[in-house]
């Protein structure tokens, strides 16, 4: 790019050479906004799969509640989170009640995020057993029904 | 040394920032094309994933195959066609099912298929008239 005397640019040549300036600056934002919606959408995606995870480990926990399930509603909502690739961080699944808490984490796996501190994306759910009218609460056989929510 | 005239210098250079103008462009559509697809998609991921989750749900509750599909695909009225796969088909209470959900997107002439899966733990009393 040529100045002219009086440091000016004039107007023909400062309009020379624009391409060789903007294209490495179209390059730059190029692969800016690629790195922002790849890991963007890494993180949308592994957001979905701990719902999933954490509304399935709920369900699971309150589901162990029921008479025919034999093992405890901490390992159920383990073993729920595991199947869809996702830890328990917080079972709120204390025997005797009839709700259920479970918090649970995913990895995330972008380019930039994980090492920005977001190695993981946590989600929230809670599930309530609820028996048919008419039956005790340690007898027959119950229907599980879960209601979820993200937290 | 010979002085260009200002007004020969004009000639000179006059249309070459819309000629670099028109080199660049191409590429900044391009670009801008391809972001445009990529979060298209992320979309339908997000979307299959949700399908596969009402899948999941519909799996764990009934013992019909057939239920699992119609609710995925109610789930999901975005996409034409959607390949359902539930395992194990036959399950049992307490145990894991998984549900893989398959669709096809056209990007262009480009074809790509997204998959998507969820699985739950099979609850105590599955029946087979479940509704989403």
Partial sequence: MK???NGVLSGAEGQSGFASLAFPLVLWVAVVAGVVVIDAGAYVVAAARAQTAADAAALA???SAAPMIAPSAQRQAEQAAVVNGA????????GGGDQVRVEVSVAVAGLLVPHLGATRVTAEATAQLRRPAGLSPTGGLGDVFGSAGSG | MSIIPPAQRWRKSDGSAALESVMVLPVVAVIVAALVAVAGIITDLVILHDGARTGARAAATTTSQRVVVDAVEAALPEFAHVAVNVSPQHRSPGTPVTVEVAAT?????VEHTLTARASAITEPVIDSSWTP
């Avoid at chain 1, 830890?87 to 204390?94: G, I, K, L, N």
């Avoid at chain 2, 997107?105 to 002439?109: D, E, I, K, N, Y």
Wanted: with cysteine.
């Fill in chain 2, 105 to 109: 997107r056209s990007l262009g002439p």
């Fill in chain 1, 3 to 5: 100045r002219a005397r």
């Fill in chain 1, 87 to 94: 830890r328990v961080e917080y079972c709120d699944c204390a």
């Fill in chain 1, 61 to 63: 926990a309150a589901a």
